[in-house]
């Protein structure tokens, strides 16, 4: 990837040897790292080398009259002013500077704090201008103005204020298995920010499943990123989240993908333990029948702090358990935990982030008696 701001910019600071560098260091740490859980191929899924990112986060700095787009060093309490990202989608690339130019000759930056950008592969492009200030009707016309010209969705923030003007999401498509599935991306909620990647992951993950029948419980579901596809392949599936954004979001995308066998339950996992071991009812869970579901499958994509005790007791109920982690750490940690009645069958390397020390990851937990 060429970028004039490596050595400079802090989001990317692994680039040396380029990406097959830095793909080879994490497969490396990876092996040495789970060495004493796994001693199997670790297959690895490469990103796009640049221009993969379908949102991304800038603050905006100024200088007098001048404003532009920042980023933290990798200098300590520094800051680095680039014009142009080579991770970001080239529509979002090319969007940076005129974007900027336009506000400024609309005397729309002042008390600008950030810009965040939404995209989708049909191009359409979520703008979110961030103000320490309260937006006024003057602004709203000058928005809906720019919004119109420059053929992107703008909404406005300040604190405790979220101005849509036209809509407040992009609507994207996935291809997975030779299928493609259809999803709402609603602005300032989590989607997986690289597609390419999100395909593998979300491919791999069924493929897992494959030979396996029956029902499926899957925790953490956030907006339905490997429910819908889930849907294909099991009988029922039986999904639950905390966030009620991203129930209202899941539910949105089933639809859009004609897709009539899930039940999406807004409930945290310790709540649904309870549920399900007849502890306590919801109102939440009114019209879903657990009786009629045969869960012997179970696939979790919880958030960094990993797997707490209830979702762990829980799983450790299951057949065939398919675990995607965006924290190695807090993986093997749960994995220590998951040990003493599964042992790895898979384990996956996605490279979701490029030039950075993160790394996702995916393994197939089956019982240990299972050959």
Known sequence: MECDYFGECGSCRDYVQGYEGQIARKKAQTLLEFADDYDGVLECFASPESHYRARAEFRIWHEGERSAYAMYAIAPKATVMIDRCAIVRDSIDALMPVLLERLESKKMTRKLFGIDFLSSRRGEIVVTLIY??????????????????????????????????????????????????????????????????????????????????????????????????????????????????????????????????????????????????????????????????????????????????????????????????????????????????HKIAKMALFDQFPYTHHREMGVKLIPKEVL
């Open 132 to 341: 320490h200030t309260k937006l006024d009707e003057h602004w709203r016309t000058q928005a809906l103005a720019l919004s119109q010209a420059m053929g992107v969705h703008i909404i406005g923030r300040s604190r405790g204020e979220k101005v849509i003007l036209t809509q407040d999401y992009v609507s994207e498509s996935l291809h997975v298995k030779g299928r493609p599935f259809h999803y709402r991306h609603i602005e300032n909620s989590f989607t997986q920010p690289n597609p390419a990647v999100n395909e593998a992951m979300i491919t791999w993950a069924m493929e897992q499943f494959e030979g396996v029948g029956g029902d499926l419980l899957e925790l953490y579901c956030g907006a339905g990123n490997f429910t819908i596809p889930f849907a294909t392949h099991f009988d029922r599936v039986l999904a639950t989240e905390v966030s009620k954004a991203s129930i209202a979001a899941a539910k949105i995308n089933m639809q859009l993908n004609d897709v009539h066998n899930i039940d999406f339950v807004r409930l945290g996992v310790e709540e649904f333990v309870q549920a399900l071991e007849g502890v306590r009812s919801f109102r939440r869970m009114e019209g879903v029948e657990l009786g009629r579901y045969r869960l012997g499958s179970l696939f979790v994509d919880p958030p960094r702090a990993g797997m707490d005790e209830n979702s762990l007791r829980l799983a450790q109920k299951f057949e065939t358990i398919v675990y995607i982690s965006c924290n190695p750490q807090t993986l093997k940690r749960d994995l220590a935990r998951l040990s003493s009645t």
